[in-house]
């Protein structure tokens, strides 16, 4: 079974599913296409090999208090969970950007009552997310055209997961 994570690369927020098979990972990245992924450990601490279809590459990995930092290719990368990175910018209430709306809790996703190509008004619910048995109405922040749905009714969201885009009317 595949895991959901949000994380923030350098600022901007992505949703990265991973799904463990035999012979190492299918990684996908906002519900683009898979690509397998093996991950080497060197013996030296921090030091890991990525093995992907399109070749390899080294990396040094390092924890920090909210992330992971990852320098190769002479480019070093602040990997966040979104969360941690919400809170580092000193916002504790969820914001997406504009044309994106996140889950604003964990549940499950009982109805999405949107589908791609949808005008939909400033404030129109999209999502109705069920946590501790109380119904969450997701609502989009501004007037736009639906673009992408991430998820389906019935599936499981965490904080953060992207539900939906949308083109922002002007």
């Known amino acids: 079974m595949a895991s959901r994570y949000p994380l923030t690369i350098d600022g901007v927020n992505y949703s990265v599913e991973i799904d463990q098979l035999d012979t190492g990972f299918a990684v996908s990245i906002d519900g683009g296409d898979a690509f397998l992924v ?3 450990l060197s013996g030296i601490p921090g030091l890991m090999s990525l093995i992907e279809s399109d070749g390899n590459w080294q990396g040094y990995v390092v ?5 992971w930092r990852i320098t190769a290719n002479n480019r070093t990368l602040s990997v ?7 809170k580092q910018r000193g916002n504790s209430v969820t914001e997406d950007p504009p044309g994106k709306v996140s889950a604003p809790l964990a549940g499950v996703l009982t109805e999405i009552r949107v589908t791609v190509g949808d005008i939909v008004a400033e404030g129109q619910t999209v999502a109705v997310i069920e946590a501790m048995k109380m119904q969450n109405e997701i609502k989009v922040p501004s007037a736009g055209k639906i673009t992408v749905i991430h998820v389906e009714a019935g599936g499981r969201a965490e904080k953060s997961d992207l539900i939906v885009e949308y083109e922002v009317s002007d």
Do not use: E, L, Y
């Open 38 to 40: 093996d991950v080497a």
């Open 63 to 67: 924890s920090t208090s909210d992330g």
């Open 80 to 86: 966040q969970n979104s969360q941690a990175a919400r």
